[in-house]
């Protein structure tokens, strides 16, 4: 019975971090990587990075869970989740933040001393975004930050320092999340409003909240275009990002203000999807310059 009670457990914990959208910023971390080693880094470097995405996005959904576990238990797409069903204490899901959290930070100072003395402060940054939606419309761009933080991390991991040439892949990730996360914040726009909580959606609409994901996404394709300008990716970066506008085009087709059925689709699907697109364009790019 125990051991069936600690599988259920470890199965619910996986469920809430929902771990398998690391996909979402992982790709994009590595690409950050990958053009800071001017091709693969070194196994171990890899290997770091990947950890200190993991435990920290791990650490990060945790504590949206719990920070948002009483606004969740109301909203009925959201009641059904870990703490508000009583699937997992409160307590526990606070220790797991915390244990992650010192993973994370255990793995950053494997990488070099400049990412040991930021771990805090990206800690501050993927934890704050929790609590933004009670005082703007625009935490989705607190959520835009929180990924697009990644790869200029792991160019610093990489290099120990940073170029402001990366800064461009951050801004795009930024605009890139602010803007799914946007049109994902219309399945609330109405409890939202109800409860004092806010988004774009709530702010000024539906239809006005796809507008502002349409030009979020467009600002992202033209700061790819600026960065394979600065990195010289040729040929296979504008292919890349052709790649990354077609799939955003296909996104934007599949939902619209009167039909978001298949608005999971459009966010956890495509979005996985773009950021490996993107990764495996700009890793060819790099492989094939040598």
């Given at each position: 019975?125990?051991?069936?009670?600690?599988?259920?457990?470890?199965?619910?914990?996986?469920?809430?971090?929902?771990?398998?959208?690391?996909?979402?910023?992982?790709?994009?971390?590595?690409?950050?990587?990958?053009?800071?080693?001017?091709?693969?880094?070194?196994?171990?470097?890899?290997?770091?990075?990947?950890?200190?995405?993991?435990?920290?996005?791990?650490?990060?959904?945790?504590?949206?869970?719990?920070?948002?576990?009483?606004?969740?238990?109301?909203?009925?797409?959201?009641?059904?989740?870990?703490?508000?069903?009583?699937?997992?204490?409160?307590?526990?899901?606070?220790?797991?933040?915390?244990?992650?959290?010192?993973?994370?930070?255990?793995?950053?100072?494997?990488?070099?001393?400049?990412?040991?003395w930021l771990s805090?402060?990206?800690?501050?940054?993927?934890?704050?975004?929790?609590?933004?939606?009670?005082?703007t419309r625009w935490?989705?761009?607190?959520?835009?930050?929180?990924?697009?933080?990644?790869?200029?991390?792991?160019?610093?991991?990489?290099?120990?320092?940073?170029?402001?040439?990366?800064?461009?892949?951050?801004?795009?990730?930024?605009?890139?999340?602010?803007?799914?996360?946007?049109?994902?914040?219309?399945?609330?726009?109405?409890?939202?409003?109800?409860?004092?909580?806010?988004?774009?959606?709530?702010?000024?609409?539906?239809?006005?909240?796809?507008?502002?994901?349409?030009?979020?996404?467009?600002?992202?394709?033209?700061?790819?275009?600026?960065?394979?300008?600065?990195?010289?990716?040729?040929?296979?970066?504008i292919g890349g990002?052709?790649?990354?506008?077609?799939?955003?085009?296909?996104?934007?087709?599949?939902?619209?203000?009167?039909?978001?059925?298949?608005?999971?689709?459009?966010?956890?699907?495509?979005?996985?999807?773009?950021?490996?697109?993107?990764?495996?364009?700009?890793?060819?790019?790099?492989?094939?310059?040598?």
């Amino acid at each position: 019975m125990n051991e069936m009670a600690l599988l259920r457990s470890i199965g619910t914990t996986l469920e809430m971090i929902k771990w398998e959208h690391s996909i979402f910023a992982l790709p994009f971390a590595l690409t950050g990587a990958m053009l800071a080693a001017d091709g693969w880094p070194r196994p171990l470097q890899l290997l770091w990075i990947v950890v200190c995405m993991v435990t920290a996005r791990s650490a990060a959904m945790a504590f949206n869970r719990w920070a948002d576990a009483d606004l969740d238990a109301v909203n009925p797409r959201t009641s059904a989740r870990a703490i508000p069903s009583g699937l997992l204490p409160r307590g526990f899901v606070a220790t797991f933040t915390i244990f992650m959290s010192v993973l994370f930070i255990l793995a950053a100072a494997q990488l070099n001393r400049l990412t040991l003395w930021l771990s805090p402060v990206v800690l501050a940054i993927l934890l704050l975004y929790s609590y933004t939606k009670r005082f703007t419309r625009w935490s989705h761009i607190f959520l835009g930050l929180s990924l697009g933080i990644a790869p200029a991390a792991a160019w610093i991991a990489i290099r120990g320092a940073l170029d402001p040439r990366i800064l461009v892949l951050t801004a795009a990730v930024l605009f890139w999340v602010a803007g799914f996360d946007v049109l994902y914040a219309c399945q609330d726009a109405e409890h939202d409003r109800k409860h004092g909580l806010n988004s774009i959606p709530a702010a000024i609409g539906i239809a006005g909240a796809f507008w502002v994901a349409r030009t979020m996404h467009a600002i992202m394709l033209a700061l790819l275009l600026w960065l394979v300008h600065l990195f010289s990716l040729g040929v296979l970066g504008i292919g890349g990002i052709a790649a990354v506008a077609a799939l955003l085009l296909y996104e934007h087709l599949i939902v619209s203000p009167k039909d978001m059925r298949r608005l999971n689709a459009a966010f956890f699907t495509m979005n996985g999807v773009i950021s490996v697109v993107f990764f495996v364009f700009v890793a060819a790019a790099l492989l094939l310059k040598h």
